[in-house]
């Protein structure tokens, strides 16, 4: 029986009327990559949020490495990465500041945090870069080193919230490899991307819309259910499906 590293029952987030996760249900397994994937405004974001303990649920019952996301979302932050779609890297700061002060937030003793530097500035061919600020970088290597610090302490779990957007294909593909690189270390990652050709990458991927998950398969699954070449039009045939919003003045959702 696969063990399951975060376990999510009838999540809901309400904005005053607005329904943001509609009792969404799932879990994610140890190891394995969980692609969370949806359109602008689907609800991923907010997800993401609550199960790294940075918003509270409307209700709901969600576990995350273990941990209750209402009692204990402090276990939980030391447990896990977190990449944000801006990155959270100090941009006036260098690469190897950025790593001292990440370091000491996730209590990695000095002698250790540099032999972890040491070893991933080396692994990203950034060490002769090390001083340079993270302001002046290219956009690929602010997402890789930002992926690289999210992992320093080795969590069980790291959340990306769509870390590939606006760099060239080359470099998504180099990210990736980092992604494998971290699940053979055993890092569990739940990621979300616009990429629909990433979604071949995950083992198991969920598509949302307006806040409810559509469905939750394999990518090859998803393909044969829905007679489709790729996960792109796996999605484009999601998305046709898919009611119209109502909006406030009667009419639907273009």
């Not at 199960?51 to 995350?64: A, H, N």
């Not at 071949?200 to 939750?216: F, N």
Request: glycine share 8%; proline share 5%.
């Amino acid at each position: 029986m696969r063990e399951a590293v975060i376990t999510v029952k009838n999540m809901v987030k309400k904005f005053g009327d607005f329904m943001a996760n509609d009792n969404l249900n799932f879990e994610v397994y140890k190891g394995e990559i969980f692609g969370f994937l949806g359109a602008n405004g689907a609800g991923k974001t907010t997800a993401i949020r609550i199960l790294c303990g940075l918003s509270t649920p409307t209700s709901g019952e969600m576990k995350v490495a273990g941990f209750d996301i209402y009692r204990e979302t402090e276990k939980i932050k030391r447990n896990i990465g977190y990449m944000s779609q801006k990155f959270s890297l100090y941009e006036d700061l260098t690469i190897n500041e950025n790593i001292r002060f990440y370091g000491g937030i996730y209590g990695i003793k000095p002698e250790e945090r540099k032999r972890r530097s040491k070893l991933m500035l080396d692994r990203l061919e950034l060490t002769p870069y090390a001083d340079r600020k993270i302001g002046d970088l290219p956009l690929g290597w602010k997402q890789k080193l930002a992926f690289s610090i999210a992992i320093l302490h080795e969590p069980d779990i790291v959340f990306l919230d769509e870390p590939t957007g606006g760099v060239d294909p080359v470099t998504r593909r180099q990210f990736w490899n980092l992604i494998y690189e971290a699940v053979e270390r055993g890092i569990t990652v739940f990621v979300t991307t616009h990429y629909m050709d990433e979604a071949e990458y995950c083992d198991r991927v969920s598509i949302m819309d307006e806040g409810k998950i559509v469905v939750l398969d394999t990518p090859d699954a998803l393909k044969k259910q829905f007679n489709a070449a790729n996960m792109d039009e796996v999605f484009v045939k999601i998305a046709r499906t898919s009611p119209p919003t109502p909006l406030p003045n009667g009419e639907g959702r273009k």
